[in-house]
């Protein structure tokens, strides 16, 4: 598989580079010192918290005692 390092954007390549998705241990190293110091986050939430404990929270309860219950 080809792929471009995310750190230089050399070429590289799954089959020859031992560290791929990176071209060398050094890029690797850097992409982790990277995460290390919060140069990268992951994303905010899609969703607001506060929405989630508002009074409109549902609860559903399933009754997986009879699975193969005929009635429903």
Do not use: Q
Request: hydrophobic residues 30%; negative net charge.
């Amino acid at each position: 598989m080809k792929h471009k390092c995310p750190i230089c954007k050399v070429e590289t390549d799954s089959a020859v580079h031992a560290d791929f998705p990176f071209c060398s241990e050094r890029c690797r190293e850097r992409d982790l010192g990277n995460w290390a110091s919060e140069k990268y986050v992951v994303s905010d939430p899609i969703f607001d918290e506060e929405e989630i404990t508002g009074d409109k929270r549902k609860t559903i309860l399933l009754d997986l005692d009879e699975p193969n219950d005929s009635k429903h």
